[in-house]
């Protein structure tokens, strides 16, 4: 069993970055696929991204390629997602989450594959 701490979230002005960080524990990090949710005040939770731990595939959802980056740090058991030229409509709560399939381009992003989630972090971007 894994657990996880999503971090990084706050408060930043609308074109700036944000690195997001989530932290495993628990268990082997390398059994995982480990993605990136995020929801919108009334809106229903997105998918946004996942990496295989194994072997670092990516995957990105249409609506955020070009500005968002999925990356890990297996030493570290961490898990970062950079945003460039945030924009207001990115504010929501940021979760990650983690399958045990690992393999990202099977699982993609869809939240039924994730057994695992972290708490959330807020990311609040202003105009």
């Known amino acids: 069993e894994v657990q996880l701490q999503a971090s990084g979230g706050g408060l930043v002005q609308a074109g700036g970055s944000l690195r997001l960080s989530c932290q495993a524990s628990?268990?082997?990090?390398?059994?995982?696929?480990y993605g990136w949710f995020r929801q919108a005040p009334g809106k229903e939770r997105e998918g946004i991204s996942c990496?295989?731990?194994?072997?670092?595939?990516?995957y990105y959802a249409d609506s955020v390629k070009g500005r968002f980056t999925i990356a890990s740090d297996n030493a570290k058991k961490t898990v970062y997602l950079q945003i460039n030229s945030l924009k207001p409509e990115d504010t929501a709560v940021f979760y990650c989450?983690?399958?045990?399939?690992?393999?990202?381009?099977?699982?993609?992003?869809?939240?039924?594959?994730?057994?695992?989630w972290g708490q959330g972090t807020l990311v609040t971007v202003s105009s």
């Open positions: 989450a983690a399958s045990v399939v690992p393999s990202c381009t099977l699982v993609r992003v869809q939240r039924s594959n994730y057994y695992y």
């Open positions: 990496i295989s731990s194994t072997t670092g595939t990516t």
């Open positions: 628990g268990s082997t990090f390398d059994d995982y696929t």
